[in-house]
């Protein structure tokens, strides 16, 4: 799922999802994909806007649950869920986590390392609605990170509907 499109670091540029309603800067153009991926509620289709440059990765994800659940579970259980199977899914160490904010919309923060100490994955995951958005830039590179993995992080927006 990381070795999609490549492209040179000189090109940011901004990225638009009109399905996803969120916008974003990156270091070049994002590859879509949609995959279905296994849920505590089953099945869910999840979009992602993914590239990687060199050592680097960067990518947005995102997923829509289904309404009761959303209505049904604390939003603070779907953020910590959503964190706990990112640090799984890639065998990683949970290195630092906050709440945060986007809007009125509620996120965590948090750092993961990447198994056996081979890299960085640092996340940003917001609750819009139903819908839950995965903000992501790492590195494989061992102890290492960089400005433009921020950049990244801090660039991403919620578009306004029509």
Request: charged letters at 20%; proline letters at 6%; hydrophobic letters at 40%.
């Amino acid at each position: 799922m990381l070795a999609l499109g490549a492209c040179t670091k000189s090109g940011w540029t901004e990225f638009h999802s009109s399905p996803g309603g969120f916008a974003v800067t990156s270091p070049g153009p994002l590859a879509d994909t949609t995959i279905l991926v296994g849920t505590a509620v089953g099945p869910i289709e999840m979009t992602t806007n993914m590239i990687r440059i060199d050592d680097y990765f960067y990518g947005v994800a995102w997923s829509d649950y289904p309404q009761i659940f959303i209505d049904s579970t604390p939003a603070e259980n779907i953020l910590s869920g959503a964190r706990d199977g990112a640090v799984a899914n890639i065998k990683g160490r949970l290195l630092d986590d906050r709440p945060i904010h986007i809007g009125d919309h509620p996120g965590r923060e948090f750092e993961i390392e990447i198994a056996g100490g081979r890299g960085v994955m640092k996340m940003r995951i917001y609750l819009v609605g139903r819908r839950l958005f995965q903000v992501t830039a790492g590195t494989v590179m061992k102890n290492t990170s960089s400005p433009d993995m921020e950049r990244f992080l801090d660039s991403f927006r919620l578009m306004e509907k029509a």
